[in-house]
């Protein structure tokens, strides 16, 4: 209880902190890196030149990557929930991450059987970028490339949407450890996407479960309530 108690304080100052600066931060990351970019297309540089200016656009991409995590918290007003599709926001978020996959040799297979008009309550860009934050998880399991296996389906309970991938997997203490604010094992992680993803899956009064088994792969289960017009 002591340690869900530490969590949850832990959240929600990092949650709160996020809000304050994600949206102020992220404009002058873009200006910086435009620049930086000019200047290492002026030609004439010399090489230490070069290396400090490479190294300069490393760390603002770090920067950016945190923030991408984060880009939810940075509206403080969008807490307002609505009655979303929940097929066209999967299929705007699979279309999101295309990309992603695309450069990691990742083919996503999409198995969507919902009725167009399976409804949701939530915050449109924070459930994508829920979404969206798993989705990338799981192509980055698979650096040699894979199948990234989303499926939607409903029972009497509520929506389940499975995301499965082929990827590294992780041991059960890095399962237990998922939603920890900055736990992270890349090199480049920012520890603050699953975090984001599992606080607004409860706020939508969801629950996630994860089954994963090392070096075959890992299962993100998303349970999430229907929405019934009356
Ligand atoms: P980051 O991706 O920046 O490391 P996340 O919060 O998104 O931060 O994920 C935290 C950690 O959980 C990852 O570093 C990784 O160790 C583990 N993880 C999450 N999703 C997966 C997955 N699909 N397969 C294997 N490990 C995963
Ligand atoms: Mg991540």
């Known amino acids: ?19 304050s600066i994600s949206h102020e931060v992220r404009n002058p990351l873009t200006v910086s890196r435009g620049f930086i970019q000019m200047a290492l297309q002026d030609r004439g540089q010399d090489e230490r030149q070069d290396y400090y200016l490479y190294t300069a656009l490393k760390e603002i991409d770090h920067a950016t990557d945190i923030i991408n995590d984060y880009l939810t918290f940075a509206k403080p007003a969008s807490d307002q929930q609505d009655i979303i599709r929940i097929k066209e926001e999967l299929t705007h978020s699979v279309n999101v991450i295309q990309p992603l996959a695309n450069m990691n040799h990742v083919d996503i297979h999409l198995h969507d059987q919902l009725p167009e ?28 490339g894979g199948v990234l296996t989303i499926s939607i389906s409903s029972d009497s309970k509520g929506y389940v949407l499975c995301v499965a991938d082929q990827g590294h997997g992780m041991s059960d203490e ?13 090199e480049k992680g920012t ?8 606080s607004i899956i409860k706020a939508i009064g969801g629950s996630v479960k994860v089954s994963s088994v090392k070096n075959h792969g890992t299962t993100f289960e998303i349970f999430l309530p229907v929405y019934r017009e009356r």
């Open 191 to 198: 520890g603050l996407g699953l975090m984001v993803s599992y």
């Open 1 to 19: 209880i002591l340690n869900d108690l530490i969590r949850a304080e832990k959240l929600s100052v990092v949650s709160h902190l996020a809000a």
């Open 174 to 186: 890095e399962v237990n450890r998922l939603g920890e604010p900055y736990f992270s094992t890349k």
């Open 117 to 144: 008009n399976a409804l949701l309550l939530a915050e449109k860009k924070q459930f994508q970028q829920s979404l969206i934050n798993i989705f990338k998880n799981g192509i980055e399991a698979m650096p040699d």
